[in-house]
């Protein structure tokens, strides 16, 4: 959706970006959030919410026409608000939600808490991050968790999974993964526990960035382990880039209202909040855009949530520009052409003329594009050629 309203954008706009970020909110807004969702999250951002809003809104929410996660979000506003009465068919019901999540919770904590006891005895202190580090901090609160997210340092990543993979964990590694997400068998596909090396940010950096989260972060006792947790501001930051991250991609849909309250409530928790540390880390890693779109999602849900002015100056605009370009030149053309010849193997093709035949058609080309996929330059090229 994300790459067909860019190129729909390029074409009728004769290639004018000046609305296009604009467009794309309105776009997922209309997408993701229902009418019904946004008067879910107007309830529960509600700090001032009386009985009486309450009562007007629950007499048309049925919950049994509700996902898990919408209905969630109204067992938050319920337990946000002790003052507040719920209907007495639908407090148990709620109450029982948030209890079969804590359980889930729970199942996950232990073990984290197995893998990173054992990480501390090899004195490896990872840093807990995304749902599990807003756990740590909320732990009133159950989350929807698929698994909990640690980071290591890179030299200790090799070490870190083979304590993984004594302790029996199952994992699938590759040179180019940026983590290893582990799981209880190989036939088993549910995550547990992912060891990050680095992050994926959706961005080319150098890698050895994320060394600065441990910088600023505490190391605490976390769940029973020794574990480092990060500052405010780079959970913002990490959030904000997933988010962006996660509406490109359209994974992990569910996940991304959730990061509204993260965001509110360690903007409200932390006093001290420095805006600077998120813009240092997106100028880093090269993620302004990212940041700058989600901020303006966020608060197209919630108005003045966050502050989009800190990131607006005049390189957004081209940065955005190449960001469109060769997120579009990825989906259009390298994808499509990727996935072509990852399904034709050089063993056969020495084999069938037949296959060999396609392997001449689609390999050079591939190579080709795939030659100039980070440069925008020669993308722009491309498309002025193959669109117009």
Known sequence: ???????????????????????????????????????????????????????????????????AHKAMLIAYAMKLHPELVFPKDMQPRLTGLLKFYRFQNLRLISHFTKVCKALNQKQIFPMILKGGAMKFLRPELSRVMGDIDILVHQEEYAAAGEIARELGYFFEEKKEMHAIDLHLSAEDESGILDIHRWLDLNAEYDHKFTDTFF?????????????????????????????????????????????????????QKNADFDWNIVINNAKATHTEMHIYFAINFINKIIPSLLPAQLFEHN??????????????????????????????????????????????????????????????????????????
């Not at 003329?353 to 020669?378: D, E, H, T």
């Open 1 to 67: 959706m994300y790459s067909d309203e860019i190129r729909d954008s390029l074409l009728k706009d004769n290639f004018d970006f000046s609305n296009v970020i604009e467009r794309l909110i309105n776009n997922f807004y209309e997408e993701i959030v229902t009418e019904q969702s946004q008067q879910i999250l107007s309830v529960a951002f509600n700090d001032a919410l009386t009985q009486e809003e309450l009562n007007s809104y629950l007499a048309s929410w049925d919950i049994e026409e509700n996902t």
């Open 315 to 388: 390189n957004i605009v081209a940065c955005f520009e190449d960001y469109c370009y060769k997120l579009m030149y990825y989906r259009f053309y390298l994808e499509g052409i990727r996935t072509t010849c990852r399904q034709i193997k050089i063993g056969k093709a020495l084999t069938s003329v037949k296959v060999m035949g396609q392997y001449l058609k689609y390999k050079p080309k591939y190579v080709l594009l795939k030659s100039i996929r980070n440069n925008v330059w020669a993308i722009k090229k491309f498309f002025k050629l193959r669109l117009r």
């Open 215 to 267: 910088t600023r972060a505490k190391l605490q006792k976390v769940f029973g382990a020794d574990v480092y947790v990060p500052r405010a501001e780079d959970i913002v930051f990490v959030a904000l880039v997933n988010m962006s991250k996660n509406l490109t991609r359209k994974t992990s849909m569910n996940g991304i209202l959730y990061t509204l309250f993260d965001c509110k409530y360690l903007l």
